[in-house]
């Protein structure tokens, strides 16, 4: 499409997990699963918001989109064009047309440059395509300078005469993020990527620099990624959100149609989450169970499964969730009687993708698989419907899972949701 | 306001900030009074001392540092001879000043070659890591791992005598040195936001290195370059000593040591007290002023990183 300025296909960035020689040579090679599989495109003069929590990958989205982190796989396309395997000089020439803006202002800025130095260097990195050579040194320099004091103003760093001189640490952290938004904006890129571009700075300031970026949208036609973990302000600034969970999307679409109405799990959770400040104002919140898992084995199927308050038996459960659930139930002692002397100890039970097993003694083995079981019918979960048989042969007791259903985007009142909810 | 008048207010640059180095300047300054303070200081005045002694050796020495005196030799110091004659009947006195000149060459050749190869080879090594990064530090850490003096004799025995020649020998066991500071410091600021801010920019890698990284890690630079000329006159002094320095009768105060010791049993005490002393101040002064420096600026260096 002609107004796409920004399109991710099937974008995957995996990045090597740092491995001493020893674990190097006797265990498989493993990622992070920082981004998987991530599909949106933005279209000239919009807003997309990138929303979740920190780790969920939403950064190397951001940094990938305008490739200072090479994707493992995917294309993206930058105004119709294949950008992938851009490089050398041509990408230094695209860095031109697309920017961005990095949560902390004060470690963006190299402290032995002049503010105006800053601002000015990306005029001077793309002089020959500026046209410095038809204008001569001292006129481009000339020019460079009035273009940089007029930037300044734009973005409110006035007296940008006073300004021009001052080091990093002379300034406040909302003028040194107007400087940077200044260096960001001074070579008139397309595309503006903001990575937690507000969060450092304090609630007064951020609304004035929030308003400053609508302005200057409207002044140069930019179109934003606008990457946060923060709902209240991605609510406030963006057209369309989308919602990042452990590297995949789990729900997209526009701003006002996902804040009235949630539909993934997920951004319900999210949503609920936001402190209301009214005291009298409690409902029951749902919020998910436990902690995000690690991003080097996310969860089969869709990733937050297992801590979803909505699960179904068909989400992707799997042998560790097993091994997960038979550690919890050991360790309360209401529950678990005598069962840590028959299924116990924990450690004894290896996960393998959809199997969970326990070596046993022969004898025993009967004894486990009735008392794994018992176990389980006394916990009508999502999960404990997901185990396909529970067997016992020679020395090994097997717990084995139906396959996962396949997860799919699915259109859902104006949005893409991937939830098995709405397949 | 015409046009002109308001091209004129663009163009006229208003108060400049303090840089870095304004700013340690004026911690410098304040502190003076501190225990680092006062070191840093002292040395500055020794380390310049001896500068000017260098210089203004010529002028300031009595006699001609290698002319004989008939008068019977080894005399203790008189009025005539601040600090006695040697054993051939020269000026003690003169010739440790002369003496300051070539200890100072030797060190100004020898750190500045050291820092001429050292720091971008760091720079170069640190930036872009890999294979080259781990062979370079190999072979710096070899180097680096041979004791001082020993490998400055080897290569002052196959270079030969003279103050160039010493100052090569002087700047092979400093260049390690400077190369792993740099490289170490390289290594931490090339993961800097603002370097990625640069890359992000469009910035090359030559641009990133010099506009970027090198200015942040020259200002480690000072410290080590002070502590490493302390230790160089010594490792001077020390190929004197050995006879594998200057030639004599050069002036040095190596080699004046080497000469007079033979007769510090007969009670001949001035002869090798005075130049030792003069090692022993100013490589404690250069030592002051670079420990001085690093307790200073090492805080600074922290806050500005924070």
Not at chain 1, 33 to 60: N, P, Q, Y
Not at chain 1, 244 to 267: C, F, N, Q, S, W
Request: proline fraction near 5%; charge should be neutral; include cysteine.
């Amino acid at each position: 499409m002609e107004d796409e300025i920004l399109q991710l296909s099937d974008v995957t960035v995996h990045f090597p997990v740092k491995m001493s020689l020893a674990q190097r040579l006797f265990s498989q090679k493993s990622v992070v699963h920082a981004v998987d599989r991530v599909s949106f495109s933005l279209r000239s003069g919009e807003i997309m918001g990138l929303v979740g929590e920190s780790g969920c990958g939403k950064t190397t989205v951001g940094k990938t989109s305008v490739r200072l982190i090479e994707p493992t796989s995917g294309r993206i396309f930058f105004a119709g064009h294949d950008i992938t395997h851009t490089r050398g000089e041509q990408l230094r020439r695209l860095r031109k047309k697309m920017q961005i803006v990095f949560q902390d202002p004060h470690a963006s800025l190299n402290p032995a440059m002049t503010i105006g130095e800053a601002i000015l260097h990306p005029l001077s990195i793309h002089r020959l395509e500026l046209g410095s050579l038809e204008l001569g040194r001292d006129t481009f320099e000339q020019w460079a300078v009035k273009k940089v004091l007029s930037t300044m103003t734009e973005v409110g760093l006035t007296p940008a005469k006073h300004l021009y001189y001052k080091y990093p640490g002379d300034l406040s952290g909302g003028q040194k993020q107007r400087a940077v938004i200044a260096r960001a904006i001074i070579t008139e890129p397309k595309l503006l990527v903001v990575d937690e571009g507000v969060s450092m700075l304090d609630m007064s300031v951020r609304a004035k620099i929030l308003q400053l970026m609508l302005d200057l949208k409207r002044r140069h036609g930019l179109t934003y990624l606008f990457i946060t973990h923060d709902l209240a302000t991605a609510k406030f600034i963006c057209d369309r959100i989308a919602i990042m969970y452990l590297g995949r999307i789990v729900e997209i679409g526009l701003a006002r149609k996902i804040y009235a109405d949630p539909k993934h799990p997920y951004t319900k959770a999210l949503l609920q989450a936001i402190p209301i400040p009214d005291p009298d104002k409690r409902h029951n919140k749902v919020l998910p169970r436990g902690e995000v898992p690690d991003a080097v084995h996310p969860p089969a199927g869709c990733r937050f499964h297992p801590r979803c308050p909505a699960v179904l038996a068909t989400c992707g459960w799997e042998g560790r969730d097993f091994v997960d659930f038979l550690d919890e139930h050991l360790s309360d002692p209401n529950r678990a009687g005598d069962d840590e002397s028959i299924l116990g100890p924990i450690e004894g039970w290896r996960a393998d993708g959809l199997v969970a097993t326990l070596k046993a003694n022969p004898v025993n083995v009967e004894k486990v698989v009735e008392r794994v079981k018992a176990v389980l019918a006394e916990a009508p979960i999502a999960m404990t419907q997901a185990i396909e048989s529970v067997s016992g042969r020679n020395r090994t007791v097997t717990v084995r899972f139906r396959s996962p259903d396949q997860l799919l985007q699915t259109n859902v009142q104006d949005r893409l949701v991937e939830c098995l909810l709405y397949q | 306001m015409t046009e002109a008048a308001a091209q004129q207010q663009t163009e006229q640059p208003l108060e400049r900030s303090s840089s870095s180095v304004g700013r340690l300047l004026d911690l410098l300054i304040q502190q003076r009074r501190s225990l680092a303070g006062a070191m840093f200081w002292i040395g500055v005045v020794v380390f310049f001392s001896f500068i000017f002694i260098g210089l203004a050796a010529p002028l300031i020495a009595p006699y001609n540092p290698q002319s004989i005196f008939l008068t019977p030799p080894s005399q203790p110091p008189t009025l005539q001879h601040l600090m006695g004659t040697d054993d051939l009947g020269r000026d003690i006195f003169s010739r440790v000043l002369w003496g300051t000149r070539s200890s100072l060459e030797i060190v100004a050749i020898g750190s500045v070659l050291a820092l001429i190869v050292g720091f971008p080879v760091g720079l170069f090594s640190g930036y872009v890591g890999g294979w080259i990064d781990r062979g370079l530090v190999l072979v710096m850490d070899s180097v680096y791992a041979f004791p001082g003096l020993l490998l400055a004799a080897i290569v002052a025995l196959f270079l030969g005598k003279g103050v160039f020649n010493i100052g090569i020998a002087i700047t092979v066991i400093y260049v390690p040195t400077y190369f792993r500071v740099t490289r170490n410091h390289t290594i931490s600021v090339r993961e800097e936001t603002f370097v990625e801010a640069a890359r992000a920019l469009g910035a090359n890698s030559m641009t990133i290195l010099w506009s970027y990284i090198a200015y942040q890690v020259l200002i480690s630079i000072p410290v080590v370059f002070s502590l490493s000329a302390a230790d160089a006159i010594l490792t001077a002094a020390g190929l004197s000593f050995l006879g594998l320095g200057l030639e004599r009768p050069a002036p040095d105060w190596g080699l004046d040591l080497s000469d007079a010791q033979k007769f510090l049993s007969s009670g001949a005490w001035w002869s090798s007290v005075f130049p030792g002393v003069m090692i022993i101040i100013f490589t404690v002064g250069i030592a002051f002023l670079g420990e001085g420096l690093s307790d200073i600026a090492n805080p600074l260096l922290r806050k500005e990183r924070a």
